[in-house]
Each structure stands twice: as structure tokens, then as C-alpha cells.
Nanobody, 123 residues
Framework: QVQLVESGGGSVQAGGSLRLSCAAFGYTYSSYYMGWFRQALGKEREGVAAMDTDGPTTYYADSVKGRFTISHDTAKNTLYLQMNSLKPEDTAMYYC????????????????WGQGTQVTVSS
């Protein structure tokens, strides 16, 4: 049973930084795809960033390029999202997802999801 556990959310002022973590438990594959999604109140869920844990494939939404960095620590089986220069429009619940299929993950239909961590950015 795969379990994803996010942490690191919180409240910051605009221009501040946060680092989200997503620990993966029960994943026995050596490589897979993981990503971050977010959903603001009253809006649809959107992809933020995603990557291949064992390769060069990465994706960033245009709205976060240059500000957010996705990374993965294989030894810790943990995905990170470093968020800098945060803006009020980044306020959302952030979810971690994982899947063996890039198209499935990229489309927001990954098989495994965490419970979410709230990020609130005040102006």
C-alpha cells in the first residue's frame, strides 16, 4: 500500500518562501513519477510541478517557473517543492501525487495522492 504524506505548508507574507515535503511509503519501484498539484478555494485543481524520480523529465506550470523548484531525495524517498517569491495567488491546498505513468500523473489522474497541506500567502 502506497502512502504519501505531505508537510511544510503554512502562512507566509508575499515574497516569502516555503518548502513542502512529501514522504512516500510503500513504493517498491526504483523510479516513478511524482508531482505537486494545488487547488484554491472555488477553483479546479491544477498541476504545479512534476518530475521523474530517476531521470531528467520535469514540468513546471508557467505561473511558477523561476520561483518553484521540484526535487527528489531517493535515499529518503521524499519529494520536495521549494517555493520562493510567493504570491497571494499561490494560496491553495497543495497535494502530492505519484504514478508509474507520466501521462496519468500529468493529467492529474495519478493513482496515489497525499492528504494535502495548506499554503496561505498574505499580501
Amino acid at each position: 500500500q502506497v502512502q504519501l504524506v505531505e508537510s511544510g505548508g503554512g502562512s507566509v507574507q508575499a515574497g516569502g518562501s516555503l518548502r513542502l515535503s512529501c514522504a512516500a511509503f510503500g513504493y517498491t519501484y526504483s523510479s516513478y513519477y511524482m508531482g505537486w498539484f494545488r487547488q484554491a478555494l472555488g477553483k479546479e485543481r491544477e498541476g504545479v510541478a512534476a518530475m521523474d524520480t530517476d531521470g531528467p523529465t520535469t514540468y513546471y506550470a508557467d505561473s511558477v517557473k523561476g520561483r518553484f523548484t521540484i526535487s527528489h531525495d531517493t535515499a529518503k524517498n521524499t519529494l520536495y517543492l521549494q517555493m520562493n517569491s510567493l504570491k497571494p495567488e499561490d494560496t491553495a491546498m497543495y497535494y502530492c501525487a505519484a504514478d508509474l505513468s507520466w501521462p496519468r500523473l500529468y493529467s492529474g489522474n495519478g493513482n496515489y495522492w497525499g492528504q494535502g497541506t495548506q499554503v496561505t500567502v498574505s499580501s
